[in-house]
Structure formats: C-alpha cells, structure tokens
C-alpha cells in the first residue's frame, strides 16, 4: 500500500508560481512512476504530467509543456510538480497518483491517489 499526500495549492495571481508537493509514504514508492493529475468543476479529471521511476524520463499534457515541471526525490519519498506561468485555466483540484505496477510512461492507470490540493489562480 501506499498513502499519497499533496501539498502546496493556494491561490495566486496569472503570471504567477506555484511549487506542489506529493509525499508517499511505503516502501514500494521508488519503484514505480508517479502522475500528476487536475480536475477542475464541472470538468473530468485530465493527465497533467508524469514522472518515471527514476526520474530519468518524463511525460506533459500539452497544456504543461514549457510550464510545469515535475520532479522527485526517492531519498524523500516526495514529488513536486513546479507550476509557472499560471493561467486561470489552470484552475483546479490537483491530485498526485502513484503506479502500483510497471507500465509504459504514457499509460493512465495509477493505482493509489491522493485527496488533492486546490490550485486558484485568479485574472
């Protein structure tokens, strides 16, 4: 099993930064790869970014491309998804899911989620 905890929203201007944070706690959090997901109201739960294993490999929505960055550090158990450029689109409930099995970067299926952290950013 693993417990996911997110960390970091809050409400900022466009233009602005935000840097989130996703703390795991269980042994098998260094073996699999880790996502970063958004739901906004009224709208379904979309990919942002994903992180391999390692961290050697990566994977953005269009939407994060040039934007965000996602990163982590297995020593601490934690990711971060490094969030500039804020737009009000970018308005939503952000979520970090960690893999339970190996797959492919680009698969969807994550196995353990956390309650999310609300991102606001305002015009």
């Known amino acids: 099993q693993v417990q996911v905890v997110e960390s970091g929203g809050g409400l900022v201007q466009a233009g602005g930064s935000l840097r989130l944070s996703c703390a795991a706690s269980g042994r098998t959090f260094s073996r699999y790869d880790l996502g970063w997901f958004r739901q906004a109201p009224g709208k379904e739960r979309e990919f942002v970014a994903a992180?391999?294993?390692?961290?050697?490999?990566?994977y953005y929505a269009d939407s994060a491309k040039g934007r965000f960055t996602i990163t982590r550090d297995n020593a601490k158990n934690t990711a971060y998804l490094q969030m500039n450029s804020l737009k009000p689109e970018d308005t939503a409930l952000y979520y970090c899911a960690v893999r339970g099995e190996i797959a492919v970067l680009t698969a969807m299926k994550y196995d353990y989620w956390g309650q999310g952290t609300q991102v606001t950013v305002s015009s």
């Open positions: 992180i391999s294993w390692s961290g050697g490999n990566t």
